[in-house]
């Protein structure tokens, strides 16, 4: 993929709860292989925010185009088939099967119910497997029962998971709460390398984190863009010191 063409496309999106607009009019675009960070204080939208492009929430106005698919158009598990996955802040792995087993389930999920159980791994998807455990630094725990992985690692796991699933957007949602100095420093490297070949949209509160991705940061306020940009201007805009960053 050529980074550069435009893969998510959110028009004047507006969504309301009982009169309260969770999302007002609000536009963001993202590109092939890049990294975009969300931040915002409680209640900005970003919750939302990744709840429409999911299709968990529908919208009241507006369009959201994934590869120039008409997300409205589509159910919640047909937007993942089309290439959309999320990953929650609490890690959503099997804890009692190994990270091979894993990634094995996330490889068969994009198959029909009675074909996942049919279906056998084959030479080629035990390499994809093995590529991407590599990928999340899991090479010497592939045959570890999950729920013996540290919290970072089974966040990286989800990751993996995600990846089996031939993601071409994968939406993170604080990816490094609860994790150790060592294990943040990893995930901003993993995150690095995956938006070398897929789009990543990680929504953070932990600033020095956003700061080491160096990537562009979108500011979410009262459900609207605030402003965008590097944060070397973030940390400048008054606006954001104001509602956010001075809290």
Not at 41 to 64: H, M, R, S
Not at 219 to 240: A, D, F, P, S
Request: with cysteine; glycine share 6%.
């Amino acid at each position: 993929m050529i980074r550069g063409e435009k893969i998510l496309d959110i028009e004047d999106v507006t969504v309301s709860f009982d009169g309260f607009k969770a999302l007002d009019s609000l536009s963001i675009e993202i590109r092939k292989n890049q990294m975009l960070a969300i931040i915002g204080p409680n209640g900005a939208g970003k919750t939302t925010l990744q709840d429409v492009i999911t299709g968990k929430t529908k919208i009241n106005n507006g369009k959201i185009f994934f590869k120039n698919n008409d997300l409205s158009q589509f159910t919640e598990h047909e937007i993942a088939n089309l290439g959309i996955g999320r990953k929650f802040q609490r890690p959503t792995i099997i804890e009692n099967i190994s990270v091979w087993d894993n990634l094995c389930i996330a490889l068969k999920t994009k198959k029909s119910f009675i074909a996942s159980i049919l279906y056998k791994v084959t030479e080629e998807d035990s390499e994809k497997i093995f590529h991407t455990i590599k990928t999340i630094n899991l090479e010497k725990k592939k045959n570890l029962i999950a729920r013996q992985l540290s919290h970072g690692e089974k966040q990286w796991l989800e990751i993996g998971m995600l990846l089996m699933q031939q993601t071409d957007l994968l939406l993170i949602d604080e990816p490094v709460a609860g994790m150790t100095e060592k294990e943040t420093k990893n995930t901003s490297a993993l995150l690095k390398k995956i938006s070398k070949e897929r789009t990543v949209l990680v929504v953070e509160h932990d600033m020095h984190f956003v700061e080491s991705l160096n990537v562009e940061i979108v500011v979410l306020h009262e459900g609207k863009v605030l402003t965008r940009g590097k944060m070397n201007t973030i940390k400048k805009n008054q606006q954001v010191i104001d509602v956010y960053l001075g809290r």
